[in-house]
């Protein structure tokens, strides 16, 4: 099953920026349709952005102008860039695979890694 180790949060002040990476492996990552989501406490866990094999990208509407997906497939990463943070974008992060047809995400998740926007 694919393996999934994110990084790069940490605390930060509301207008700040972050950028976390995702090193995926097991996966043919190339093929793969990748995405960053976020699970605030007491909320459940929601699509942030996701990019597909050939690049194109989709956003929340809650993060659309702020956030910025990438990924470079020679490293198996994926990229999220975080500008304007917001306290409400205080979350755990994480990166997974998914379906780009149905955007189900693969079964197994990493550790995440936790964002905190302090205003």
């Known amino acids: 099953q694919v393996q999934l180790v994110e990084s790069g949060g940490g605390l930060v002040q509301a207008g700040g920026s972050l950028r976390l990476s995702c090193a995926a492996s097991?996966?043919?990552?190339?093929?793969?349709?990748m995405g960053w989501y976020r699970q605030a406490p007491g909320k459940q866990r929601e699509l942030v952005a996701g990019?597909?094999?050939?690049?194109?990208?989709n956003y929340a509407d809650s993060v659309k102008g702020r956030f910025t997906i990438s990924r470079d497939n020679a490293k198996s990463t994926v990229y999220l860039q975080m500008n304007s943070l917001k306290p409400e974008d205080t979350a755990v992060y994480y990166c997974?695979?998914?379906?780009?047809?149905?955007?189900?995400?693969?079964?197994?998740w990493g550790q995440g890694t936790q964002v905190t926007v302090s205003s």
């Open positions: 997974n695979a998914y379906d780009h047809r149905t955007l189900i995400p693969f079964p197994s």
């Open positions: 097991r996966i043919i990552f190339r093929l793969t349709a």
């Open positions: 990019i597909t094999s050939n690049g194109i990208t």
